[in-house]
């Protein structure tokens, strides 16, 4: 099992750009969750998916913030326009059900200069 | 509103030298505990759940425990490679349905050889 697979791993990119982060979650985990973590704030979780529908999106900070996954192997995170603000670690995670422990990727380092 | 504390922030032992860390968690219904593992640019590697005040979960060096207001992981003669940041995450009952995990900021840990 290659784990949940997160690129780029590294992004620095300009105020004001589109920042697309995608994710492929384990096979067979039908709850896929987006997580960022900050020294200030730890980590907070986005938004999650169950079998590819958005269940709970209150953690998005703002309108600049979307998520999709179009299929169960999987998803994406867009931030536009991208802030400052913005920098931070972003996790993706998959769980085969609600009571399964999560499987971390190994993250996406954003920089936004 | 679901909240995590972990405590020390930060801690630095002997290699051999034996401490516990804390979590202290208040939440409207608890559905699980987990302690997570986190090592420098990776994500958070699961350790363990626990549902129940009293539970008990033992892993090599590292025993977890719950009551109904705190999680502790006891770590017994730490070894070098036990240093990492360890994670504290609750998981609510029925909150609108949510899964996702609430999570404390973590305890940063460094054995000394």
């Known amino acids: 099992d290659a784990g949940v697979i997160q690129s780029p791993r590294h992004e620095v990119t300009e105020m004001g750009q589109e920042v697309t982060l995608r994710c492929k979650p384990i096979s067979g985990h039908d709850y896929l969750f987006w997580y960022r973590q900050t020294m200030m704030r730890g980590l907070e979780l986005l938004i999650y998916f169950n079998n590819n529908v958005p269940i709970d999106d209150s953690g998005m900070p703002e309108d600049r913030f979307s998520a999709k996954m179009p299929n169960a192997s999987f998803s994406t995170l867009k931030i536009q326009p991208s802030e400052p603000r913005d920098s931070a670690v972003y996790f993706c995670?998959?769980?085969?059900?609600?009571?399964?422990?999560?499987?971390f990727g190994n993250g996406t380092r954003l920089t936004v200069t | 509103e679901d909240q995590v504390t972990q405590s020390p922030e930060a801690l630095r032992l002997q290699e051999g030298e034996s401490s516990s860390l804390n979590c202290s968690y208040t939440?409207?219904?608890?559905?699980?505990l987990f302690w997570y593992r986190q090592d420098p640019g990776k994500g958070p590697e699961f350790l363990f759940t626990?549902?129940?005040a009293g539970e008990e979960k033992e892993k090599e060096r590292l025993k977890a425990t719950l009551t109904k207001k705190e999680s502790f992981l006891h770590i017994t003669a730490p070894k070098p490679e036990d240093s990492a940041t360890y994670l504290c995450?609750?998981?609510?009952?029925?909150?609108?349905?949510?899964?996702?995990?609430?999570f404390g900021k973590g305890t940063h840990l460094i054995i000394q050889p």
């Open positions: 995670a998959s769980g085969r059900d609600r009571n399964s422990p999560l499987h």
């Open positions: 939440v409207s219904g608890l559905r699980g």
């Open positions: 626990l549902y129940s």
């Open positions: 995450a609750v998981q609510a009952l029925g909150r609108g349905g949510a899964d996702g995990l609430t």
